[in-house]
């Protein structure tokens, strides 16, 4: 019989993330595994140097090091660089990396003379070291080229149309999905064929910034037509969420019913006050995020769990997303 190994820092802002995913595979059906939730142990010298240690026997068995995305930037690579060393020597049979949401990856090309692909760093990083690895909704999905091992990067649309089901049903009537910019057109156009094979129509509008100066935005457009319509602004990501609240006036100006944005990873560096404008404001749980009272989250702890499942037993992930759900959880 397998074992695995759920591995995360227990002391982490995300361990619930990683402990819900353990909790998953307790449960699932069919599961002929056995599996166990190993503490990742970090010690830190006066000087601020640390080491990592896992904290239990991890020999020939399968490893799922979930690392906690809250982690400040610097800190996160250099604890995952660690933390796959330590793995190296502990002789497990296979070391997955499962980054729920994955760092420096909107630093995947050069973008200005002198700099590096920051992106393809950390894929040669995680290739030295990993098995394979997986992670949800990348920045620019590209960046998997970059690695040599498999990297599946997985889809929060399923679990964001369930939650829309359960709790917006209405809203998905009478819908358009807008993205906020043009690069992200291919993004909205793959949202929306997920809701045709749902029974749910919907149409796409775009997002156009112009700028008389650099990192200044003097207008939005919006291409389409929204007038009267259920708006749902989907992005990958919220960062500062300028580009994301801009796009919504413009929404309210040409006369939207109700407006919602999704962005699978809620960073929110300049706070949630300025969200307000949105009727709702939805974002997933790969980052822990403060309360606010129009503020959704769609767990994807299932989706991760169930990934890692058809992972340990050899299973296509396809099945994840071509909109047919099995009974997965009890016998």
């Known amino acids: 019989m397998d074992e695995v190994a759920i591995i ?5 802002v995300g361990f619930d993330f990683a402990k819900g995913i353990y909790n998953y ?8 595994f056995l599996v166990s939730l190993v503490d990742v142990e970090k010690t830190e010298f006066k000087d601020k140097e640390f080491k990592v240690r896992i904290k239990e026997n991890i020999r020939r068995k399968k490893c799922f090091f979930i690392h906690d995305s809250n982690k400040n930037p610097s800190i996160w690579m250099t604890e995952l660089l660690f933390a796959l060393e330590a793995l190296r020597f502990s002789s497990p049979s296979e070391i997955n990396v499962i980054l729920p949401y994955t760092k420096f990856a909107r630093q995947e090309r050069k973008d200005e003379s002198r700099v590096g692909v920051n992106a393809k760093a950390l894929a040669d990083v995680i290739s030295m070291y990993a098995t394979r690895g997986m992670t949800v909704d990348l920045h620019a999905s590209q960046m998997q080229e970059y690695f040599t091992i498999p990297f599946d990067n997985l889809y929060s649309f399923p679990s964001l149309i369930e939650h829309l089901e359960k709790n917006h049903k209405d809203f ?11 690069g992200g057109g291919k993004r909205a156009e793959a949202f ?7 029974g749910y129509g919907a149409d796409i509008a775009l997002g156009h910034k112009t700028r008389e100066k650099d990192n200044e935005v003097s207008k939005n457009l919006i291409i389409g037509d929204v007038e009267g319509k259920n708006c749902l602004i989907l992005d990958d990501m919220i960062d500062t969420g300028g580009t994301m609240v801009k796009t919504g006036e413009v929404l309210r100006e040409k006369g939207a019913k109700s407006v919602f ?5 809620g960073l929110f560096t300049s706070g949630l006050e300025k969200f ?3 009727d709702k404001l939805i974002t997933s749980n790969t980052l822990k995020n403060m309360g606010a009272k129009n ?7 299932e989706l991760f769990g169930e990934a890692i499942y ?3 037993i050899g299973e296509s992930l396809s099945n994840l997303f071509n909109g047919h759900k099995e009974k997965i959880i009890g016998g």
């Open 8 to 12: 995360a820092d227990f002391e982490g």
């Open 172 to 182: 998905l009537n009478n819908l358009v999905v807008v993205s906020p910019d043009l």
């Open 310 to 312: 058809r992972t340990i």
């Open 25 to 32: 595979l307790k449960v699932r059906g069919k599961r002929d």
């Open 192 to 198: 929306v064929k997920r809701l045709v094979k749902k």
């Open 261 to 265: 944005a999704y962005g699978t990873h």
């Open 295 to 301: 503020l959704e989250v769609v767990s994807l702890i």
């Open 276 to 278: 307000e404008i949105f």
